[in-house]
């Protein structure tokens, strides 16, 4: 009989459920045994063998309806320490486990990696991707697990405070959960017809000073006043603060760091940082207005998953298990249009950090020139526009020629 183990790693998102679900209905129809291993790696790498619940049908009847996660998750790294990487190898072989399904980001996917390689021919692992960052190496036009039940929660998170900004003429400056990849708060922000959405992606890679992100904003809202609307909600991409020049980053003291190194972000108070900029310019412009800091991330995390995503899960979850079963392991479960795709481990480290391929926003599609256009962003165009450019200067203290200066 062969031994399935189940485990989540990495932040949580909608549909980890769904696929346990599905993994566990598909293994044990198939007449696997299913272990579910509590709380990722971090057990694993202490020798424990009792932090582990059995699996059936009846365990997991309705749980693909339920946001979180019934095995917890944790981002503990296996890869960081070798007694650490060997006491997860003989930890799962001493659980009779030699069919594992890992759930989870990027980092997850490196660890189930690293965990296959030591363990070599005892375990056969498949990784199934989870995020609601939408950032791993999946085809394009593909979606991770997750994402589009957290952009539907944070679209009508963005559309009442738009409401409310409108009745209460007042400015959100919105800060959208996403380690590196801006996919949820340009998605997100495009869902619900947001002012302005900044990410780390227009920037090509550049490092980003607070006071570029600030003067975008101002912009926005100067342009706005000058066009009868002085509201509305600005989304900045918490990826934003893994770009930020050096220079900015060294005034805030003892940056938090995760197990895999990164900059805890939620940690990062990103928003009053920019807000702050924004506020001494828009005295400048003589504009006065409310302007308020809202953080959106950890409320995406847990929500029932959408009927697309328990649909993918289930897919997902019984895909990992028959590519197993059929004997393809060390691979990344994908689903394309209506077929299940295998991607072996190697074709999605990125070869210059052996670390699993991050996905950014492709900037150079139609949609996100189209995301840019439609925003209100200002322009050249417009200060030159002979309209519009003599409703900015009014709407400010400055005249035209010094707000072009100002806005270059």
């Keep these: 009989m062969a031994t399935f183990g189940l485990l989540v790693g990495g932040g949580p998102a909608p549909g980890i459920n769904g696929v346990i679900r599905a993994a566990t209905l598909a293994a044990e129809r198939r007449n696997c045994r299913v272990i579910g291993i509590l709380q990722g790696f971090e057990r694993l790498m202490k020798g424990e063998t009792d932090q582990v619940v059995e699996l059936d049908s009846d365990v997991v009847a309705r749980i693909h309806e339920q946001g979180g996660s019934i095995l917890r998750t944790s981002r503990a790294n296996p890869t960081r320490d070798a007694a650490d990487l060997e006491r997860v190898v003989g930890t799962l072989g001493g659980l009779g486990i030699d069919h594992l ?57 963005l559309t009442a405070l738009q409401e409310d900004a409108r009745t209460a003429w ?6 959208l959960m996403g380690r590196n990849a801006g996919h949820l708060a340009l998605g997100s922000a495009n869902s619900a017809g947001s002012a302005l959405a900044v990410v780390a992606e227009e920037f090509r890679g550049r490092s980003i000073r607070l006071d570029q992100i600030a003067r975008i904003i101002e912009g926005t809202i100067l342009k706005s006043a000058a066009q009868g609307r002085p509201h509305g909600v600005v989304v900045l991409a918490e990826g934003l603060g893994e770009c930020l020049d050096p220079t900015d980053l060294a005034e805030i003291a003892d940056l938090p760091r995760d197990e895999h190194g990164h900059l805890r972000l939620a940690e990062l108070p990103l928003g009053q940082l920019v807000r702050d900029r924004v506020r001494a310019g828009l005295d400048e412009l003589g504009i006065r207005t409310t302007t308020i800091v809202k953080d959106v991330g950890y409320e995406l995390r847990c929500v029932p998953p959408n009927a697309f995503d328990q649909d993918y899960t289930r897919d997902l979850g019984a895909g990992a298990v028959e590519t ?13 249009g209506q077929r299940i795709v295998p991607i072996p481990f190697d074709e999605i480290l990125d070869p ?14 139609d949609a996100f020139r189209a995301a840019m256009a439609l925003q209100t962003r200002l322009s050249p165009a417009d200060l030159d526009d002979p309209v519009l450019g003599p409703k900015l200067a009014a709407a400010s203290r400055l005249d035209l020629a010094d707000l072009k200066k100002r806005f270059a």
């Design 170 to 175: 007042r400015w959100y400056i919105v800060v």
């Design 324 to 336: 197993l079963l059929a004997g393809t392991a060390n691979v990344m479960i994908t689903r394309q």
């Design 352 to 365: 210059e950090t052996g670390k699993t391929k991050v996905r950014m926003l492709d900037v150079e599609t």
């Design 101 to 157: 399904v890992s759930i989870g980001g990027d980092d997850t996917c490196f660890s189930a990696k690293t965990v296959a390689a030591a363990a070599g021919d005892r375990l056969h692992v498949a990784h199934v991707p989870k995020t609601i960052d939408n950032d791993l190496p999946l085809p394009p036009g593909i979606p991770t697990f997750g994402f589009e039940s957290a952009r539907a929660t944070a679209t009508g998170i």
